[in-house]
């Protein structure tokens, strides 16, 4: 038998089909672990070493055996009663779970629970609550013969600014969740046998998964083994079909999995059946006249903006909060008058330390007042500014007053100006430069949005990096901030010639 730990258990509540494939093919593609993911485990491993050092685990004594050895030395301070026990592991029914910390309370004379999150907040539904994670550690350490008390769910705490040396106390917020954990345990106990018999199977499970019944994004990783009938672009792709659960329900019972297999598109909003349609039919959706509206509202000088930014689980300087966003780097293109040539300015802070003045002094000094500031999905470039305006208040009316100039050229295709069916539905910046601009390419650049700043972190500013590795990386993160811009004004470019046709 194979023993399930909590991980396998959340993964199983997930998907049942795919947590049998992890545990029985674990060798499989599907489960490599990507760089962004390896980038995020790195980052919650930087929280728990910080609630290490709370006060409430003081005389804490870390667990380093493991297997038979390390059952004896769990035992041995089990019986000792040490004031807190750190990754102490525990075998019991057929299911495993090591626990972050377990506390001896000498007035209850019980060991209290705590499970460390790098989370910003207490997660009591979803996919991979706390309360789950939380109730299955109890019960198997309940079945292990652990007199239990107290849950906490410790978290970073969202309102925290740092203000000199990080301090460890107010940092972090320790969730008495004892009633919440205890209440989902009679649903999880159920749960946790039923995991135990599916995943032990031998075979491997005949039946699809449920999340056949979910949009694209929510697809378990081994989706397309569960599931081989479905093609790669689907009914799942359908833009936010997931959102409309009963729309996709009624697709996949009558077996319609293409998009063209839908004869009546009608019960479906507009910028679905724009998508479905322009499948259907290969032919473009160009509304000249909106989007002329809109290019006619932009004023000179145009400029093309992106930020790179960094948001560490811990807040690295002063003024910032858990996962708040350094600004590390800005691209801009712009264009300072109609029909003038392209230029660009950029910034990339290599040292380790705030870059916000800097940031924030050349935006001011570089953006005409009288200008547009061009974003794609504006809003994260609007929040990164506004943050910036909060931090540094002698310049917060300037960089505020270059917020009010943004506008999003996203919208002409998210507000379904121009359609294409190769968009599949999307108005992601990548989507539509493959299907406008199809000799650019990211290809040469190996990095994601989410990469960028873990790769500005580790490779450019962290001490001892080799210095012609750290050149390159700073070779190659200039570059792929330039591209989302210069792809922009590119997009624009081919927007303004369909108006002028």
Avoid at 369 to 385: C, D, H, I, M, Y
């Amino acid at each position: 038998m194979k023993l399930i730990s909590k991980s396998k258990f959340l993964d199983y509540l997930t998907c049942p089909r795919d947590a049998w494939f992890r545990i029985h093919k674990p060798e499989l593609k599907e489960f490599e672990l990507s760089t962004t993911l390896q980038n995020i485990l790195e980052q919650g491993c930087v929280a728990e070493e910080y609630a290490k050092q709370l006060k409430i685990f003081s005389g804490m004594v870390e667990v380093v055996s493991r297997d038979a050895d390390g059952k004896k030395e769990v035992d041995a301070l089990i019986a000792k009663r040490v004031p807190a026990i750190y990754q102490p592991t525990f075998i019991a029914d057929g299911f495993v779970v090591r626990c972050d910390v377990l506390k001896w309370d000498e007035a209850t004379a019980k060991w209290d629970l705590y499970e460390i999150k790098s989370s910003s907040s207490r997660h009591d539904t979803g996919a991979r609550d706390h309360l789950s994670d939380a109730a299955f550690q109890a019960i198997v350490l309940e079945r292990y013969g652990v007199p239990l008390g107290r849950t906490f769910i410790v978290h970073l705490n969202s309102e925290y600014i740092r203000d000199g040396e990080i301090d460890i106390e107010a940092l972090f917020v320790q969730n008495d969740s004892t009633a919440k954990v205890d209440a989902r345990r009679v649903t999880v106990a159920v749960e946790m046998e039923e995991a135990k018999k599916y995943l032990n199977q031998e075979a491997e499970p005949k039946d699809g998964c449920d999340c056949i019944y979910k949009g694209r994004s929510s697809h378990c990783e081994t989706f397309s083994r569960s599931h081989p009938n479905i093609p790669e672009y689907s009914v799942h792709d359908i833009y936010s079909i997931g959102r409309s659960s009963n729309k996709l329900k009624a697709l996949i019972e009558k077996k319609l999995f293409h998009l063209h297999d839908i004869e009546d598109s009608s019960e479906f909003n507009d910028r679905q059946q724009n998508q479905i349609e322009t499948h259907k039919s290969k032919e473009e959706i160009i509304v000249k006249a909106e989007i002329e509206n809109v290019l006619r509202g932009y004023a000179y000088p145009l400029y093309f903006f992106d930020y790179e930014t960094f948001a560490p689980t811990v807040p690295l300087y002063d003024g910032y909060s858990p996962y708040q966003k350094i600004p590390i780097q800005f691209s801009l293109h712009y264009i300072e008058k109609k029909g003038g040539p392209l230029l660009h300015v950029e910034y990339l802070h290599v040292e380790n330390s705030d870059p916000s003045e800097i940031v924030a002094e050349k935006l001011i000094d570089i953006i005409d007042p009288k200008g547009t500031v061009l974003a794609w999905n504006v809003g994260f470039e609007r929040s990164v500014t506004n943050e910036l305006a909060e931090r540094l208040l002698s310049r917060a009316v300037a960089l505020r007053r270059i917020c009010d100039q943004m506008q999003d050229l996203m919208e002409i295709f998210s507000k379904q100006h121009y359609v294409h069916h190769d968009f599949r539905g999307s108005a992601a910046i990548e989507r539509v430069m493959n299907v406008l601009l199809p000799e650019m390419t990211y290809d040469n650049l190996p990095y994601t949005g989410q990469d960028v700043g873990f790769a500005w972190w580790k490779g450019i500013v962290a001490s001892g990096v080799i210095p012609a590795e750290r050149d390159e990386k700073i070779r190659l993160i200039t570059e792929y901030c330039k591209q989302d811009t210069l792809v922009m004004v590119k997009i624009w470019k081919i927007l303004d010639g369909i108006i002028r046709e």
